[in-house]
């Protein structure tokens, strides 16, 4: 082993996004995870009609379309699940747990895909064998020896299909808990927790047919070109038709500038590219807020001109009549609203807002989208309000070609949710499945992500099962997040890959390896299909074609009704019957949910159907019964203001975000090819103009540390300076090294979602990180 720098560079990308660039990269994927022959066909069956759902992400598929939809994110998240690589017992054998604790998230990957069931065993600091019936029975004993069910936390990262999630939210439930941590809680919570309360419904109210007729796109806070690929091949449609779209975004990304469409042979034989965004307005991180509030007030503004001069009403007056509640109250706030405050606070000047508002008010046909963008921060639930409210006053929701967009992360968080993973439970929703399944639900609200991590730290959570996900870093404050997680009696994992988590254990720990969605999931001799809702709405079914990575696999469907099975007993539910047919699961389903009515014929309409979402009608699923205005206020004490009040202009906020080349905490590879960076991670985009305020330069290393008044000390160390067209007073770098940095008590208003997109450091001068090498 040697010492030696890391191998990085940093190099302007001038490419449109996907194109050739993209097609080289898959190819690569293929090579480097070895997908031997059989499994290549697979990449051609997703989502098909007969094929699988992507397990990439929530954005939906023109009708599980007939022509394939090429995607580079795509195809390596299927080839990471496809990869010949195997973690088997021997490999546990090899390595002891602290040694494997020293290997990068990326090295962790790269080992593949796991094939046994493995238990931990102090003595000798390594994870052995163990057969499916101990670790269950394991499982029943840690959790039957809890003084009350809210001891165990029930953690679900969106990948999971509605059959799976739903046995489990029932098990947990008649075992007595609502402590549903999820991967909501760090994602959408605040849209979820936001639309409630101006449209009714926590979930978005177009489908892509309505991207056909939209003549407006306003995209927040989202890199679509690596997150949700396949929508830039819907926004190029759009930006063809003459669709104005703008991209509001901190930063400039690439694939919203210019974007080369894999579909399209001759763009890509030509060398030739469609331009996506014409407008770019670039607001200071958690300054989308203030800009809306800014937009809203020019375009009553523009109203009151209109009225003076007789022209045609900006506003929507019919609708805002007769489909909204407390407009007056949103108009005084407005017109109260100072320019200078909403100027500063966004970090948009006033002739940019303006003129944003102009782009609004000259649709017809609006529609808006958003990400981690807007959900990361303290302010994200008013912001979404705000976004709302700013739809709401000209009618843009409700109507062909318009409406709100959230475009969810995982391919099934939101399926997730409606079929009962929630830690906050609609009280009809519990008295309907205790009336189907004969037991009293438990009533209180139970622990998200950051109570559970509270709550462990308190001795409070003792046993924490994971369906899926890498909880031990997708988390904040890395350092108090393992200490929970180490204080755990028991810590479970079923999962498809190694990752860290397996690694940060309780006293006892189990890893439970399952099947990928891309696998082909017999039982009793009949293939199963899962279904998933998308970030639309539309619930289709899906079938794996892979042979499995082991034969010691189990599905997930069928390990939570085993762990169910074992710790509460089969009396009044027949679990190991339901993981036998998942139809019966479905049929289940279908007896609490009200819009699963005949939810197994549904599905075998090829591109399956449309959940109902009451805000599209325009069916005000509120108090008032209508939609609602929400009137918020520039906040001025905000945990970032009073670090600015005491560091200066040195305080930077700070965005984590995601590389071209990861999925969340799986790391593929270590280019992030759009914005330049090659071969490394630990890199800190900056504003030249804040370089040289702070006396840096690029290509120097620094470390960051979090203010924050709580006496811990939370860093990251040997970040490379790389100049970046950022706002000033804010950087960016990636998810999840820069987790440590993120208190655990800095969270959104209301959605209590760590704000990954706003924390509070500095920058001190470092040197490089010394990497080993193998010699
Ligand atoms: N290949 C791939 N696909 C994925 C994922 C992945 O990791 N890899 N993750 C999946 C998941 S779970 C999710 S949630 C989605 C995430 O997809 P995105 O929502 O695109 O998430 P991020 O990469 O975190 O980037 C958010 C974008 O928000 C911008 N931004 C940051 N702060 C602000 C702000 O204050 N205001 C505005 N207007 N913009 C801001 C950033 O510059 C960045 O462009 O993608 C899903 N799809
Ligand atoms: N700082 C910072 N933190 C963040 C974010 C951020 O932007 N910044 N984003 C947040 C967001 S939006 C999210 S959604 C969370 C993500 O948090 P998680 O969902 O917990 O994390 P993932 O990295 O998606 O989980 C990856 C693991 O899931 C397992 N897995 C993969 N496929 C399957 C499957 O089909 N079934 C099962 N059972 N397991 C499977 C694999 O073992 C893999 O290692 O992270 C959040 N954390
Ligand atoms: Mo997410």
Redesign the pocket.
Known sequence: MEKTKPQGRIEPYHHPAAGWGALKYVAINLIKEKVTGGNYKTLFKQNQPDGFDC?GCAWPDRQHASTFEFCENGVKAVAA?ATSKRVTPAFFEEYTVETLMMQDDYEL?QHGRLTDPMVYDALTDKYKPISWDDAFRLIARHLNALDTPDQAAF?T????GNEAAFLYQLFVRMFGTNNFPD??N??HEATSRALPGTVGVGKGTVTLDDFELADTLLIFGQNPATNHPRMLGELRECAKRGATIVSINPLRERGLERFSSPQHPLEMLSMSSTKIASTFIQPKLAGDFALLKGVAKRVLELDDEALAQGSERILDTEFIEQHTSAFEAFAIDLRAASWAALEAESGVARADIESLARIYVNGKRVIATWG?GLT?HKNSVATVHMLSNLMMMRGNIGREGAGLCPVR??SN?QGNRTVGIEDKPAQAFLDRLGKVFDFEPPREHGFDVVETIEAMLEGHVKVFLG?????SI???DTSRTWEALRACDLTV???????RSHLVHGKDALILP?L??TEIDMQDGVSQGVTVEDSMSMVHISYGMNTPASKNLMS?TAIVAHIANATIGSAKVDWLGYAKDYSRVRDAIESVLEDFKHYNDRIAHPGGFHLRVASRERDWQTPTGKANFIVHQIEDDTPISRAKKQHGERLMTLM???SHDQ????IYALDDRYRGVFGQRRVVFVNPKDLEMLGFSAGEWVDMTTVWDDGIERRADSFLLVEYDIPRGCIGAY??E??PL?PLASVGDVSNT?T??SIPVLLHRSTPPVVATAT
């Open positions: 397990p699940e990957e953690y990262s969106g990948r999971t991967c909501s760090m994602c981690m990361q992360g995982h968080v369906l899926g996900g890498n909880f997708a988390t904040p994992h079923i999962t498809t890959k190694l990752n399952t990928g969605r997930e984590t975000t995601r999925y969340n905490t799986t998810y999840p820069t987790n993120v760590p990954s997109k």
